[in-house]
C-alpha cells in the first residue's frame, strides 16, 4: 500500500520564490546563435532585431523572472568589451571554455534587449578567470551607471541612454573547477572575491552579490561562505543529476541536491553567528538539471534528448526547491534553449522537451506558500534503497552527501495557493512499474471540495520522448472525483488543484 500523504495549509513553510523558476543563457553551443539569436533565419522566425519570437514565446509560457548570462564556464575568458559597439567592428575570440570561436555578434545590449522582451531581469556573472576588478567594474559601469563617465557614455554613444539597472551580479562561475579558467582554492578565491565586492558595491550599492560555491556539500562552501557571508546577498551552489542509464538513480539523484541545501543552510546559519551578522543571505541554485556529460558533452553543445524519466526527475528537483523555500531564493535551470534544455530549436521551428512539462506546471501553478508536507515511510518492503547520489556526481565532489536511506517513491511538496482558496499537490511517482493509490490527508480543520483538477505528465514507457515531429509527453489536464485517494499511475508527474471549502 501507497505511504500517506499528510498536508496541514496551516503549517507554512515559506513564501514560494518565484524566481527559483528562472533561465540561464551561455555562450554554448547553440544556446545563444541559433536558439535565442538567429539574424539570418531563413523561414521568418526572427524578429527585425534577430530574436528568435518562437523562443521568446515558449520561454514567456515558463514566466522565466530571471536569466543568468553569459555563462557558464564560457566567462571566465569572455572579454565583455568585445561584445558591444558597432558590430562589424566586434573581435572574433579563440573560446576557452568549449573550444569553439566567439564572433561576439551578440553581447550585453542584445541580451538586455532580449530580458526586456521575455519581462525577465538580467543575471551577469562576471569573469573572475581572466578578467580583472577593473573590467568588472568597467562593466557594472557600462550597464548601471548614470554618470558623466566612459562606460556609461560607451553605452549612450551605443545607443542606450538610461541605464539598465542590472540589479544581480555574480562572482565568478566554479572558480573551485579544474576545468575552469584562473581555477582558485577557496583561500584565494574568497580574498580575491571579497575585495571585488567592496569594489563593485562603491561603484553601486543597489546591486545583489552572489558567491560562487560549489555543490553545498563541499569545503569550499564552508570556507568560501565563512569569508564572503559579510559581504554577499546569495551564495550559488550548482548540481546536475543523470542517470548512467539507470531511471532509479535518476530520479532519486535530486535528494542530493536536497542534502546539499541543507547543509548550505547550515553553513550560513554559521558563518552569520560567526561574523556576527543579521542580514538576509540565501542560496542561488544557478545551475541545475538533469546532464549526462559524457552522453552529451560540452563541446557538442550538450543537447540532451530527454526522456519521460528525466521529466520525472525534473519535477523531483523543482519539489526540492519547493520543500526547501525558506532558503532557496533562486535557480536557474540550465539551460534555456538548445543546451541542456527544455526547448529545441532547428532553423524552421522547436519543440518542447518532456521536460519542459514539468517546468511550466511548477511556474504556473506552484507559487503562494510552501506548505510542510509529510509522506509516511514506506513499508519496508516498498522502500527504494539503492543510491541517491549518482557515480557522477559522488566521483566530482570528494564528499558526495548519503542521503535518506531509504529513499521514498512517491515525492512531493505543496503550496497554499496566492489568495489562500487552493491547495496545489505536485506528486511525482518515481517507481517504474508500480501505480500506487495514495490517501491524502489534509490538517484537521481543512477541508477540500469534491472535484480536484489534475494536470498530469505521463506516457506509457520511460523511454518516450518528445521531438520535432511530435510530442509523446505532455500535459493533460482532467478533472476526477475526490473521495480522499489519489490513483497515481506508475512513473507519473502530476500537480492535484484542492479547493478549500
Ligand atoms: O551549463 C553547462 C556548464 O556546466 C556551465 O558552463 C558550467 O558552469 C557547468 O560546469
Known amino acids: 500500500m501507497a505511504p500517506t500523504i499528510h498536508i496541514d495549509p496551516a503549517r507554512h513553510v515559506a513564501p514560494v520564490d518565484p524566481r527559483i523558476y528562472s533561465g540561464f543563457t551561455e555562450h554554448m553551443g547553440r544556446c545563444i546563435y541559433g536558439g535565442i539569436y538567429d539574424p539570418d533565419n531563413a523561414h521568418g522566425l526572427a524578429d527585425a532585431r534577430g530574436y528568435r519570437t518562437d523562443v521568446l514565446q515558449a520561454l514567456k509560457d515558463l514566466n522565466v523572472p530571471i536569466v543568468r548570462y553569459p555563462g557558464g564556464n564560457f566567462v ?7 561584445g558591444v559597439g558597432p558590430k562589424e567592428l566586434r573581435p572574433r575570440r579563440p573560446e576557452l ?26 543575471y551577469i556573472c562576471l569573469n573572475m578567470g581572466t578578467s580583472t576588478l577593473e573590467d568588472a567594474l568597467a562593466w557594472l559601469e557600462y550597464c548601471n551607471s548614470s554618470a558623466n563617465t566612459h562606460y556609461a557614455n560607451m553605452r549612450r554613444k551605443n545607443g542606450h541612454e538610461a541605464p539598465y539597472g542590472v540589479k544581480y551580479w555574480a562572482l565568478g562561475n566554479e572558480v573551485w573547477g579544474p576545468w575552469q ?5 577557496a583561500e584565494d578565491y574568497s580574498k580575491q572575491a571579497f575585495q571585488w565586492a567592496k569594489a563593485l558595491r562603491l561603484l553601486d550599492p543597489s546591486i545583489k552579490l552572489v558567491s560562487c560555491g560549489e555543490t553545498g556539500f563541499a569545503d569550499w562552501d564552508r570556507v568560501t561562505l565563512k569569508a564572503l557571508a559579510p559581504v554577499v546577498d546569495f551564495h550559488s551552489i550548482h548540481l546536475y543529476t543523470v542517470s548512467e542509464g539507470n531511471h532509479d538513480v535518476n530520479v532519486m539523484g535530486p535528494a542530493a541536491a536536497e542534502k546539499g541545501i541543507e547543509i548550505t543552510k547550515s553553513l550560513i546559519e554559521l558563518a552569520k553567528i560567526e561574523g556576527n551578522l543579521t542580514k538576509d543571505l540565501t542560496i542561488c541554485f544557478d545551475e541545475w538539471n538533469v546532464w549526462d556529460p559524457v552522453r552529451a558533452p560540452g563541446e557538442k553543445g550538450a543537447e540532451e534528448h530527454y526522456d519521460l524519466s528525466d521529466a520525472l526527475a525534473v519535477a523531483s528537483w523543482l519539489n526540492v526547491f519547493v520543500r526547501k523555500a525558506d532558503v532557496v531564493k533562486i535557480a536557474c535551470i540550465a539551460q534555456s534553449v538548445n543546451v541542456i534544455s527544455p526547448i529545441i530549436t532547428s532553423p524552421t521551428g522547436l519543440f518542447k522537451q518532456t521536460t519542459y512539462y514539468p517546468l511550466q506546471l511548477f511556474a504556473s501553478l506552484m507559487q503562494g506558500t510552501a ?5 509516511a515511510a514506506p513499508e519496508p518492503e516498498d522502500a527504494y534503497t539503492g543510491p541517491t547520489v549518482p557515480a557522477f556526481v559522488a566521483r566530482l565532489a570528494a564528499h558526495a552527501p548519503p542521503s535518506a536511506r531509504p529513499t521514498k517513491w512517491l515525492d512531493a511538496s505543496a503550496v497554499l495557493a496566492p489568495g489562500g482558496a487552493q491547495v496545489r499537490v505536485a506528486l511525482v511517482n518515481r517507481h517504474k512499474a508500480a501505480a500506487a493509490a495514495v490517501p491524502i490527508r489534509f490538517g484537521p480543520r481543512a477541508e477540500v471540495a469534491p472535484r480536484v483538477e489534475v494536470h498530469e505528465v505521463w506516457s506509457a514507457e ?3 520522448r518528445n521531438g520535432f515531429e511530435g510530442e509523446k509527453v505532455r500535459t493533460v489536464v482532467k478533472t476526477v472525483d475526490w473521495q480522499g485517494t489519489y490513483e497515481c499511475k506508475a512513473h507519473s508527474f502530476q500537480v492535484l488543484v484542492f479547493t478549500l471549502v
Open 181 to 185: 579558467v584562473g581555477q582558485m582554492n
Open 76 to 82: 571566465s575568458s569572455y572579454r565583455w568589451q568585445d
Open 97 to 122: 571554455a568549449w573550444l569553439t570561436e566567439e564572433s561576439n555578434q551578440f553581447g550585453t545590449d542584445e541580451f538586455i534587449a532580449w530580458c526586456r522582451l521575455l519581462g525577465a531581469e538580467p
Open 462 to 464: 520511460l523511454g518516450d
Open 371 to 375: 506548505l510542510a508536507v509529510h509522506v
